[in-house]
């Protein structure tokens, strides 16, 4: 009997212990593995992020830009990491959108813990002005006509740029004809030009030509309109009830990691996105604050996943 009382003892010390090990997080700096290049959205916005928690908790915060092969480099590389909370990785759209392209070495449910959903760029639905549509069902009637194929612009496959379209192309029951660019400046550019007919862009880029009349736009892709442009009716409102698409960035940890840490970050991550200054820096990027629990964040991924999922096959996207 006495023996029992000692380990019990024993495992009563042990917890507190580790209770407040937990407690001292961050123990040293952090990493936050972004894959993707340096000065991208999602570069510039997780710099944000690691500035506002190195202020927080006096730990520095390290961006690690790790590129290649479609992301897979940065995400192998977290899913190894030790799940302690140190190492961070900051995902887009392509997080919810991969395991459907391809069979990845890595389980994106199992080996990622989801933090906190960052922030959404809205789109917006722009045509060249030799685009003989003034909106969203001129457009579309138009793609409807044997004789009209339209075309339209992306920032690559599976891009924020291209799901968006082949939303559209899904829910209006249209195929206007995918010209994949390396980016989607290049890809706006052309559509400038009136080498390309169609884009859904986000409006940062887009915003400048739409004021100079070298784009027209027809519509945001929010559930909302965009305070920005009032006047602009969502994709829902114009003619494709339900329709919804965003570039969106938000970030996760490695799988395991204790639950004191998961709140703990989360709640720091949420605190730092609608600080008021997080607040003006995401409105000059054209993006809006979210910040939202783990739990919240998760059921955001599964309802992309699920929502892209018959719009890939039905457009039979493949990875590059």
Same mark, same amino acid.
């Given at each position: 009997?006495?023996?029992?009382?000692?380990?019990?003892?024993?495992?009563?010390?042990?917890?507190?212990?580790?209770?407040?090990?937990?407690?001292?997080?961050?123990?040293?700096?952090?990493?936050?593995?972004?894959?993707?290049?340096?000065?991208?959205?999602?570069?510039?916005?997780?710099?944000?992020?690691?500035?506002?928690?190195?202020?927080?908790?006096?730990?520095?915060?390290?961006?690690?830009?790790?590129?290649?092969?479609?992301?897979?480099?940065?995400?192998?590389?977290?899913?190894?990491?030790?799940?302690?909370?140190?190492?961070?990785?900051?995902?887009?759209?392509?997080?919810?959108?991969?395991?459907?392209?391809?069979?990845?070495?890595?389980?994106?449910?199992?080996?990622?813990?989801?933090?906190?959903?960052?922030?959404?760029?809205?789109?917006?639905? +722009?045509?060249?002005?030799?685009? @003989?549509?003034?909106?969203?069902?001129? &457009?579309? /009637?138009? *793609?409807?006509?044997? !004789? =009209?194929?339209?075309?339209?612009?992306?920032?690559?496959?599976?891009?924020?740029?291209?799901?968006?379209?082949?939303?559209?192309?899904?829910?209006?029951?249209?195929?206007?004809?995918?010209?994949?660019?390396?980016?989607?400046?290049?890809?706006?550019?052309?559509?400038?030009?009136?080498?390309?007919?169609?884009?859904?862009? +986000?409006?940062?880029?887009?915003? @400048?030509?739409?004021?100079?009349?070298? &784009?027209? /736009?027809? *519509?945001?892709?929010? !559930? =909302?309109?965009?305070?920005?442009?009032?006047?602009?009716?969502?994709?829902?409102?114009?003619?494709?009830?339900?329709?919804?698409?965003?570039?969106?960035?938000?970030?996760?940890?490695?799988?395991?990691?204790?639950?004191?840490?998961?709140?703990?970050?989360?709640?720091?991550?949420?605190?730092?996105?609608?600080?008021?200054?997080?607040?003006?820096?995401?409105?000059?990027?054209?993006?809006?604050?979210?910040?939202?629990?783990?739990?919240?964040?998760?059921?955001?991924?599964?309802?992309?996943?699920?929502?892209?999922?018959?719009?890939?096959?039905?457009?039979?996207?493949?990875?590059?």
């Amino acid at each position: 009997m006495k023996n029992i009382w000692l380990k019990l003892l024993a495992l009563l010390f042990l917890a507190g212990m580790f209770s407040f090990a937990r407690a001292d997080y961050p123990e040293r700096s952090i990493r936050i593995i972004v894959p993707f290049t340096a000065g991208g959205a999602t570069d510039l916005l997780a710099r944000m992020i690691g500035k506002k928690l190195t202020q927080a908790w006096g730990q520095q915060v390290v961006v690690d830009n790790r590129t290649g092969a479609n992301g897979i480099i940065a995400y192998e590389l977290a899913a190894k990491a030790n799940p302690d909370g140190h190492t961070l990785l900051f995902v887009a759209i392509s997080h919810a959108i991969n395991p459907l392209l391809q069979k990845l070495p890595y389980n994106t449910d199992k080996d990622f813990a989801p933090v906190s959903l960052i922030a959404i760029l809205p789109l917006l639905l +722009v045509v060249h002005p030799g685009v @003989p549509a003034n909106n969203l069902q001129e &457009l579309i /009637a138009r *793609a409807k006509s044997p !004789s =009209k194929l339209l075309t339209y612009a992306s920032g690559g496959v599976a891009s924020s740029q291209h799901l968006a379209a082949e939303l559209m192309n899904y829910m209006a029951k249209v195929k206007m004809t995918h010209v994949p660019y390396k980016g989607g400046t290049q890809g706006m550019l052309d559509v400038v030009g009136g080498h390309v007919d169609v884009m859904i862009q +986000v409006i940062l880029s887009v915003a @400048p030509h739409i004021k100079t009349g070298r &784009l027209r /736009a027809l *519509a945001v892709t929010t !559930s =909302k309109r965009n305070a920005a442009w009032p006047d602009l009716p969502t994709m829902s409102e114009a003619g494709l009830p339900g329709y919804e698409s965003t570039a969106w960035y938000g970030m996760v940890a490695t799988a395991g990691l204790p639950p004191s840490v998961l709140a703990k970050l989360s709640a720091e991550t949420i605190k730092a996105t609608q600080s008021s200054d997080m607040r003006d820096a995401l409105a000059k990027q054209g993006a809006e604050p979210v910040g939202n629990t783990p739990r919240e964040f998760a059921a955001f991924i599964k309802a992309e996943t699920t929502k892209y999922a018959k719009v890939i096959k039905e457009a039979g996207v493949k990875a590059e």
